[in-house]
């Protein structure tokens, strides 16, 4: 057995040497490898805005209130459902176990679900940490990150902190991704990795799917669409799977935080053809947690009740847009679980007068000063979130 474990370990080795040597043959210095180390091996945590808890600290200031209308950070208001929770329970009871199989069973549900093989799926905790896995794998100083601006900061602040030139791409009138735009942006300089979140965030907004398969028609050789799906099933658009089975040169992300309702279990995917997932893996997922693996297992196949979230969450959305109009306000057209607003005052004042009612919207963007993003919440959030936002705008 030691013997086995030996080999194992030297086999990993190898496999690091490999994804170190290649990152010297792309050329990151000695200084940009020990930052992809940090990045990597302190799983973000030193990487300013690099993860979803940084992200989230800036949207409010200390502990949240536990009466407070917490509308800040695009979580759900269902948590997990009850089969996920059964699910839940019944892993940790077995807890003193490592309990592997779980993983590989929600690769193989996932997998059937999708009509893909196992080995398309790479599982992570959550989704952020493999967006940072992307940005590693195919971008480098010399081969740049295209992201839309406004939109989800960790692949820009990822490549910013590894030394990738980041180019960011002002959104259309419609707040959809200028792809041709970005596009347009491997015309000057090398690029390696186009990042779509879709639909995006902060927004809510979608790029049409016609669109998004002419960027990757069209994308240079060697250059991969980072298709994030994070809100995909809050929508009617289609989903790029389809683009995996094609063998195309993209990388979707997947997760559970979102409609599933298990933000704080942390469980997801990347989902690409296999050669693609293994310019990602090398750098390491770690072992997932085997109670969030079972309760994601359990939630797959619950078609109907995700369903039903997903409608009274475009019920209290189309509220709460219907509410903007009614007041003049002007907001982004979204599909998804958040929007953003036009306040028409600075958006940290408008962040703070609203905390101080007890109400946590989103950080600011500083591309739009005077906009606020707001998540969907129950629909005692919202109604306590009109109150407020209403009083605010009266002292504006």
Request: hydrophobic share 50%.
């Amino acid at each position: 057995m030691k013997a086995v474990r030996f080999a194992a370990h030297a086999r990993q080795g190898e496999w690091r040497r490999d994804a170190l040597e290649d990152l010297v043959a792309r050329g990151f210095t000695r200084r940009q490898m020990l930052r992809v180390a940090a990045l990597v091996g302190a799983g973000a945590t030193a990487l300013p805005l690099g993860c979803e808890h940084a992200l989230a600290q800036l949207s409010n200031a200390g502990a949240i209130p536990d009466d407070a209308v917490k509308i800040n950070a695009n979580e759900f208001p269902e948590g997990p459902s009850e089969r996920a929770l059964a699910a839940l329970a019944a892993a940790a009871r077995r807890g003193n176990r490592y309990q592997y199989p779980e993983t590989d069973a929600l690769v193989d549900a996932a997998a059937t679900l999708e009509n893909l093989r196992p080995e398309h799926f790479a599982v992570y905790p959550g989704s952020s940490l493999a967006l940072h896995h992307a940005v590693i794998a195919f971008t480098s100083p010399t081969r740049a990150l295209v992201v839309a601006e406004p939109g989800y900061e960790a692949a820009a602040a990822a490549a910013t902190f590894i030394g990738a030139p980041v180019v960011r791409v002002p959104l259309r009138a419609d707040a959809a991704h200028d792809l041709p735009a970005m596009l347009a942006a491997s015309k000057k300089q090398p690029v390696g990795l186009f990042y779509v979140c879709n639909p995006n965030n902060p927004t809510g907004t979608v790029t049409p799917r016609a669109e998004i398969d002419a960027l990757v028609a069209a994308a240079p050789r060697d250059a991969v669409v980072l298709l994030d799906e994070a809100y995909i099933h809050l929508c009617d658009e289609p989903r790029g799977v389809d683009l995996v089975r094609a063998g195309k040169d993209v990388v979707l992300l997947r997760t559970f935080s979102k409609i599933f309702g298990m933000a704080g279990l942390r469980a997801g995917f990347a989902i690409a053809r296999k050669d693609l997932l293994a310019h990602m893996t090398p750098w390491g997922a770690g072992a997932m947690p085997a109670p969030a693996m079972a309760a994601a297992r359990a939630a797959l196949g619950e078609t109907e009740l995700i369903a039903a979230r997903k409608r009274g969450n475009a019920e209290r959305r189309s509220d709460v847009m219907r509410f903007f109009d009614a007041h003049g306000f002007r907001y982004t057209p979204s599909v998804a679980n958040h929007l953003m607003v036009d306040a028409r005052m600075p958006t940290v004042a408008v962040i703070e007068a609203l905390k101080r009612k007890n109400v946590y919207v989103g950080r600011p963007w500083p591309a739009w000063p005077t906009h606020v993003r707001v998540s969907i919440g129950s629909a005692d959030d919202m109604e306590r979130f009109k109150s407020a936002f209403l009083a605010i705008a009266a002292t504006g």
